[in-house]
């Protein structure tokens, strides 16, 4: 069972910052693609950002040039650094992984992180 735990959410205003990281504990996390997915009231969960083992990085076009993914393989975490955030960032933000573009994951969802952005 593959547990992931994210964290680092909160109560920001627009424009604001939050760092979110999510621990995992998968032992091909070195090689897999870790995907950060995002959750708005009412909407379904939609990635939002991703990184391959190689280290490329692919961003929903909602996100491009705000966000950034970053992963440390030796802590088995990826993180999200989001800037310029907007109201419609609001929502929970959970990770999970995969193999490639993340066609499918392979992890259990865990609780995810609650982030709101007030105008």
């Known amino acids: 069972q593959v547990h992931l735990v994210e964290s680092g959410g909160g109560l920001v205003q627009a424009g604001g910052s939050l760092r979110l990281s999510c621990a995992a504990s998968?032992?091909?996390?070195?090689?897999?693609?870790m995907g950060w997915y995002r959750q708005a009231p009412g909407k379904q969960r939609e990635l939002v950002a991703f990184i391959t083992g190689t280290g490329s990085t692919n961003y929903a076009d909602s996100v491009k040039g705000r966000y950034a993914i970053s992963r440390d393989n030796a802590k088995k975490t990826v993180y999200l650094q989001m800037d310029s955030l907007k109201p419609e960032d609001t929502g929970v933000y959970y990770c999970?992984?995969?193999?490639?573009?993340?066609?499918?994951?392979?992890?259990?969802w865990g609780q995810g992180t609650q982030v709101t952005v007030s105008s």
């Open positions: 999970n992984w995969g193999w490639g573009t993340l066609d499918h994951v392979l992890g259990s």
């Open positions: 998968h032992s091909l996390f070195s090689i897999s693609t």
